[in-house]
């Protein structure tokens, strides 16, 4: 069963824009990842947020969480082609990760 | 590249048939999970094994197993084959049975015909 849902779905934008997708879940959490696959590729891991922290920064991507709402967000500043994947948040760690379903990012030149 | 290796990479089989998939976790990596992507139930966590020894289990199918051997390789197993069972599977590790980031393979494609 999937812990989160991601909206939207799907998302297309032009490189240099910026990129947001949200991310909800049910239950109460310890962290919150975030995760890039690329075309049916392996995952790969971008950042993690603790319940404790309401904002997290990594180059070009900007976390923030909210527990209250039980929701989390990604941004991507200053997109490029190559950002191209689908997003995937993910909460648990430690035994299993619960991943959400996704937000699949097109960015066109 | 994660350092997460897995084979083969992809697989073609018909209903009924068993294969086995093979995941070498990153140097030093003593947990390695099983996880299962399809187009209906998305991203699912099959089952953990640490040091040898498995430690949590997810919505994996008796008709599943695994095991992880001395040299912390890991082996699925997938028998009596259906069609339903075409999926990614993706092998990820992590240093310590209660890591918070896991590390991905690349994935095993199986199509069951």
């Known amino acids: 069963s999937q812990q989160g849902e991601e909206d939207p779905q799907a998302l297309s934008i032009q490189e240099g824009e910026n990129a947001t997708m949200n991310c909800s879940y049910k239950?109460?959490?310890?962290?919150l990842q975030w995760y890039r696959q690329n075309s049916g590729r392996g995952l790969v891991h971008l950042i993690l947020?603790?319940?404790?922290?309401r904002e997290k920064h990594s180059g070009r991507l900007r976390v923030t969480l909210d527990t209250s709402k039980k929701s989390s967000s990604l941004l991507i500043t200053a997109s490029r082609a190559a950002d191209t994947a689908s997003y995937f948040c993910?909460?648990?760690?430690?035994?299993?990760?619960?991943f959400g379903t996704g937000t699949q990012l097109k960015v066109e030149l | 590249d994660s350092g997460v290796t897995q084979t083969p990479k992809h697989l073609i089989t018909a209903t009924g048939q068993r294969v086995t998939l093979r995941c070498s976790p990153r140097s030093g990596d003593l947990s390695v999970y099983w996880y299962q992507q399809s187009l209906d139930q998305g991203l699912q966590f099959l089952i953990q094994?640490?040091?040898?020894?498995?430690?949590a289990k997810g919505n994996i199918l008796e008709r599943f197993s695994a095991q992880q051997f001395p040299d912390l390789h890991s082996e699925l197993n997938l028998s009596s084959l259906e069609l339903g069972d075409s999926a990614l599977y993706f092998c990820a590790s992590s240093p310590q049975v209660r890591e918070d980031t896991q590390y991905f393979g690349p994935g095993t494609r199986l199509t069951v015909l």
């Open positions: 947020i603790r319940s404790n922290e």
């Open positions: 094994y640490y040091n040898g020894e498995e430690r």
């Open positions: 993910a909460t648990g760690g430690g035994n299993k990760l619960t």
């Open positions: 239950t109460s959490i310890n962290n």
